[in-house]
């Protein structure tokens, strides 16, 4: 690839200090494209995969955050002890990262959970764990997603914070390992899922962050200066 890489890490359960036989580590990068690519007859390549190594160039990264996505918030607020790669723009980013804070991140992950919440007792769930489903009655992995995505939901409605080092990691654990009744995780995920949307409803965070800060925050980045409408690229 004709770019420079500003960002390697490690996403996964680990990364919330979810620790089960099953955890896996998958490896995610963001990449800059050079300016002359950009501007030129080319085809911008977003994000692309190569054996489970997923890319995602900035401009596209910067584009996830704004829709709220929760991979995209967790790799800005991860330990760095999952972190492979770092640069002097990703420290760009990661400065102002509290200021792309907004509805966007819980009503993506209310959506999410909500749309896999149907396939939690389904023999073809989402994650397809029909040895769950068998013993427990529901999908363990269905029920940890949910029980994550709605928990990451109220720490951004509560506290404006996206929170990956978990204080209830134990407990995330343990649904991820499959321990409690098909009563109780039912029981907890509905209450969970009303308790977002009323949080939600109420909430005073922009439906948004803001298209004009992301903006300036990219150009710099990609270490273009605006002055007097004139643009520089150093």
Do not use: W
């Amino acid at each position: 690839m004709n770019n420079r890489i500003i960002y390697d890490c490690y996403i996964g359960p680990p990364v919330y200090g979810i620790i089960t036989a099953e955890d896996t580590l998958q490896r995610r990068s963001i990449f800059l494209e050079q300016l002359k690519n950009l501007i030129g007859f080319r085809t911008y390549i977003p994000e692309l995969d190569h054996e489970g190594f997923r890319f995602y160039e900035v401009g596209y990264f910067m584009e996830l955050l704004y829709k709220g996505s929760p991979e995209a918030f967790t790799m800005l607020n991860m330990a760095e002890d999952f972190v492979q790669q770092s640069s002097a723009e990703i420290r760009i980013l990661k400065d102002v990262k509290d200021k792309f804070i907004s509805k966007a991140i819980p009503a993506y992950l209310l959506g999410y959970s909500k749309g896999v919440q149907d396939t939690l007792t389904e023999k073809d769930s989402f994650f397809n764990d029909e040895k769950s489903i068998k013993k427990l009655g529901y999908d363990k992995n269905v029920a940890y997603i949910c029980s994550l995505y709605l928990r990451l939901a109220k720490d951004v409605l509560l506290f404006s914070e996206f929170r990956v080092e978990r204080s209830d990691a134990e407990i995330l654990t343990a649904i991820k390992d499959g321990m409690f009744s098909k009563e109780t995780i039912i029981k907890e995920i509905d209450e969970q899922v009303t308790e977002v949307e009323e949080l939600l409803r109420v909430s005073k965070l922009p439906p948004h962050p803001s298209k004009d800060f992301i903006n300036d925050t990219l150009f710099k980045i990609r270490g273009i200066e605006l002055d007097n409408e004139i643009t520089r690229i150093k």
